[in-house]
Structure formats: C-alpha cells, structure tokens
C-alpha cells in the first residue's frame, strides 16, 4: 500500500531563505504530534542557494488534508508566505524504503 | 550538523518502470545493514510515468561512498542500467526534521 508522498520547493525572496528554513524546520518539529505524519524533513539546496526544499510523507491524502487544518498551521504558513516567492510541488506515491 | 541527502530522478525506458522500482525497492530492503543510511525511499511520480524517484538521506558523504562499494552494490547497479534511459541528482543538505 503506497503513501502520499511529495518534494516541495520553496524559493525564498532574496536573503529569506535561512528564516524560511528555520520556520519550516518549526513546523517539522510540531509533526511529532501529528498523526499520519511519517516523514518532514527540511532540506537546503547545494546548487540553488534561496531553494529550501521539504520531503513529506503521509499516511494518506487525508492525513496531509488534515494537518492543514490543524491548530497553529494557519499562522505558521501566515509567517512563511511573506518570506516565499515561489513553490512547487512534485507529487509521489511513496512505495516504501528505509525510514517509512 | 546537517545531513547529506539528495533526491535521485531515475527516467526508465518505455515500460521499464515497475521493474526498476522492484529494483531499486531490493537495494532498500538492503539499506537496513548499511551503516550511516538513514532514509532510502522509493517513488513513484504521479505525473511522469516512466520516473522513479529514490530520497536518499546520508549521515555523511563518505556513508553514501562507502555503500556504493559495499558487496553486492555493482551487481545491483548492473541489474538496473538496462532499464535507466536518464538519471538526474538534487544534491541537498539535510537540517532535520521528523525522520531522521
């Protein structure tokens, strides 16, 4: 049974991406609580030096669905969204591995 | 002290690939004796059919090295060229999150 995974790409305004990283990196703190989180985890790009890129993996799209709705996600995304100046999403089934 | 990971898009030949991500779901199940391995994900896309996309997160670059000449690892690289028409590497740096 494959899991809902994604890579999102954030691209930060110039000189945003370490405080973008370090809210991203919050959030992926708060995961620990939510259910159906399996993988967040916060990458920099060594080539695209405002890129912060976010590997998710979910239970299911529900789970994804309902951690957006969830208590503190709103203002997290709130802190972001002045810091971001573009994002793209590649979506995957994750079929499974190590760490899942 | 950050990670080294990197996202690896593998394009397969015309109907090649299921079975390189059997391939490659193999080398996964053989990460769990692979020192200084911490994630090894296989993916597919949802919206290029003939991508595998393997995430990969190292504790180091020398693990990574190191397991591409541990027993066995050729054999597998040897199984799998027959069916990889591109592969293309997002070289990250990995600050944390929930799973590793």
């Known amino acids: 049974m494959s899991k809902y995974g ?3 790409k954030f691209t ?3 000189g945003g991406r370490d405080a973008l990283a370090a809210i991203l990196m919050e959030a992926a703190a708060g995961m620990d609580g939510v259910d159906g989180c ?3 985890l ?10 912060v890129w976010v590997t998710e993996v979910w239970r299911d799209a529900e789970a994804h669905q309902a951690s957006l709705r969830a208590e503190g996600a709103s203002e997290m995304i709130g802190r972001a969204r002045p810091l971001i100046s573009g994002v793209e999403q ?7 591995g ?3």
Chains 1, 2 share one sequence.
Do not use: F
């Open 6 to 8: 994604m890579y999102v």
């Open 12 to 14: 930060a305004i110039a």
């Open 38 to 40: 399996e993988i967040y």
């Open 42 to 51: 916060v990458n920099v790009s060594e080539t695209e030096p405002e890129t």
């Open 90 to 96: 590649i979506k995957l089934s994750t079929l499974g």
């Open 98 to 100: 190590k760490g899942v």
